[in-house]
């Protein structure tokens, strides 16, 4: 959620520091800041509530000189958008914090530390930890102490950077639940939340783990777990590149990235693909032995990855003929549950951080998940080095909140493993050659969906003075539904829901009015004429239908009915396929509707806290 940059070096840091912050933009935020200590151990802070944009423009009219600083970019949890509530944080004129996470046992620690004479001036729970490490620093005979002392007594979690006016040639970091990465420089080190943050100025770097506290310098980095003993978090060179301004000749960063889909799922299937069959080797090492003796499958996401895992378990069980279940992170984690014999948990995540999805992980290896596995977008991330198998979705950077090319390449991720696992289950090698070639097709497939997008731009149009919309699908393609539909309101803020479409005589049909757009996703396939009633049902009661079907379909416009002709695919891509006019339907309707597409508000593109 947040993004956090720190620097210590030779140089002035605040452009280092605000750059990086523009660079995390899309993780969703409503205020920024920044802390630098001058040459004179002086602390200066500059806040301020808003984009990034408004903070560089007051480091451009007052400058920050100083080689030792922080900065923050804040989504609110206690306390609202504000400048008092935006971090850094600053306890006594000397320390200075920024926080990703929820502490939470902030009441009874404030309560404590207003006992001892401290002052709050904002609503945080960030701020009981700049107060709570400059108590400790009275007691303690460094930075360092008092920051392991201060971390003991927090509850929840939290990414953290601490700085000391009167140390200014060191930073202290911690983390708990929340990410942090250490980029290593030539007489300088950085932290951030994010590599992307620190690309301009490393490609070095090693992550936190679990309880870790660092101390960072100029010239060294030392780690501590979280029993206080020295250790040694392997650093490694990374060749993701970012640049956060660039949308080439698109007017949003998610009109970019759904046109990127056709690449993107090229490079996810590269090299993967081999004579007919899938190369088991793209999952991990020891990945042909757990998918062999696999009887069950568990999968664990959140939001549009949760969509992904749905369609997931179409595949799964009437493709490779192993149980499915598919459950939302933040569920799982906290309710008991029964672990069948050989599972193989799946958890999938664009960011490999979310907070709920990397808890259920942890939870699923203490009560008797025989292994795991990943689908994920970045390298390195807590997910990715947490669990045993790992399959890279390769999608490159996604900077629009809401999901695209992650959403796609997750599914050609999920389709892969399903091809793999049922290699061991009976899945013939001719049925295995045929979803290859299938695969094969699609970013060719894609590229003639996208050749519809003045069309849907059109059907837009309707949309302009709605406040409410339905989705319908049947079978797989009722998660593709349930994506169209959360896409639509992410970024236009249309109340949208998402149907089975043999479920509308069960309720749903009471909503249905001349006001109330319906839209159905409906290849040519078994449950086809099952949709048609389904249909004639919305059309029955004045209804107004959009129908994205192939050809082969037999739909046809008229008054009730608008009808946009998908290309023929073959079924078992058919959710990949139908996602795209989907995407490209809300992309349009919040062009009309002149929200903020890429950054919509109160979300945020990677979600690490509760």
Known sequence: MCGIVGAVAQRDVADILVEGLKRLEYRGYDSAGVAVINNNNKLFTTKRLGKVKELDQALTETPLAGGTGIAHTRWATHGAPSE?????HVSNNTIAVVHNGIIENHQALRTQLQGLGYEFLSQTDTEVITHLVHHELKTSASLLEAVQKTVKQLEGAYGTVVMD???????????????????YGLGENFIASDIMALLPVTRKFSYLEEGDVALISRFEVKIYDIDGKPVVREAKEVSVSHDSGDKGEYRHYMLKETYEQPTAIRNALEGRVVGGGIDIN??????????????HIQIIACGTSYHSGMVA??????????????????????RKSFVPKNSLLVTISQSGETADTLAALRLAKEIGYKSSLVICNVPGSSLVRESDLAFMTKAGAEIGVASTKAFTTQLVGLLMMT?????????TK???????????SLPAKLDEVL???????????????????LFLGRGDQYPIAMEGALKLKEISYIHAEAYAAGELKHGPLALIDAEMPVIVVAPKNDLIEKLKSNVEEVRAR??????????DANFASDDTMKVIDVPVCDDIIAPIVYTLPLQLLSYYVAIIKGTDVDQPRNLAKSVTVE
């Not at 793209?282 to 009887?295: L, P, Q, R, S, Y």
């Open 313 to 334: 378990r179409y595949w799964l069980e009437e493709l490779a003929g192993v149980s499915c279940n598919i459950e939302i992170a933040s569920e799982f984690r906290y």
């Open 165 to 183: 006016s009167r140390d200014q040639d060191n930073l202290i970091v911690a983390r708990s639940g929340s990410p942090l990465v250490i980029g």
């Open 542 to 551: 004045g209804g107004l239908m959009y129908v994205f079907a192939d050809s």
């Open 282 to 295: 793209t999952f991990g090492e020891g990945a042909d032995e757990i998918f062999k003796n696999v009887e």
């Open 430 to 440: 001719e049925k295995q050659a045929e979803i290859c070639q299938s695969l094969m």
């Open 419 to 427: 091809v793999a696992i049922g290699q061991h289950h009976g899945l």
């Open 451 to 469: 050749a519809l997008a003045s069309s849907i731009e059109d059907l837009a149009e309707d949309f302009a003075d709605k406040n409410h919309a």
């Open 84 to 88: 008092v509530n935006a971090h850094p």
